[in-house]
């Protein structure tokens, strides 16, 4: 087996000096519409992070780590004839609410980014908040670990609230 493939080798090379060089021409043709791809936490679910504050620690200023990140994926794409700028928004105007009509704003909650494509920071508690944009064709992971900045005391419960990011490209 070894000597077939010298001989196929040798005949190979051998060709290659006798005769000039072959063009080869690929096309590749791609039709593929532009597209646009937002995936935050889980697919099909609503991910959720909590955050557990001790009794003796309400208000110390010493953050609070949530229970776990969440994966960020995202993708445009279009052709380089007609690219396109998609712009990753979050909402944060509503504030944590504990159902008996005390909230917390949810700009008292931060992430951590695990790559720079979408920077750490706070929520700010507005409708559109820009987090990022990216020209076509790119693709982006990104993990966020989020923080409860306990800053302030607030009356005790359990305090529920939602963001929504939105993936746009006009």
Excluded: C
């Excluded at 005949?11 to 000096?17: E, I, L, S, Y």
């Excluded at 908040?129 to 693709?139: C, D, M, Y």
Aim: charged share 15%.
């Amino acid at each position: 087996m070894l000597l077939l493939i010298f001989a196929v080798l040798a005949g190979w090379m051998a060709d290659t000096v006798n005769n000039p060089a072959a063009a080869i021409v690929v096309n590749i043709d791609n039709d593929a519409p532009a597209e646009i791809f937002i995936q935050v936490g889980k697919r099909r679910s609503i991910s959720r992070v909590r955050f557990r504050v001790d009794a003796d620690d309400v208000g110390s200023g010493n953050p609070v780590n949530g229970n776990r990140s969440i994966d960020i994926q995202l993708f445009i794409r279009a052709p380089a004839a007609n690219p396109l700028t998609g712009f990753l928004t979050v909402d944060s105007s509503t504030p944590l609410n504990n159902g008996s009509g005390a909230t917390i704003p949810v700009s008292e909650i931060s992430w951590t980014s695990s790559s720079p494509d979408i920077p750490s920071g706070s929520f700010a508690g507005t409708s559109s908040q820009q987090l990022a944009s990216f020209t076509s064709s790119v693709e982006v992971s990104d993990r966020h670990t989020f923080s409860y900045k306990n800053r302030n005391v607030y009356d005790a419960g359990t305090y529920n609230g939602q963001v929504t990011y939105t993936w746009f490209a006009p």
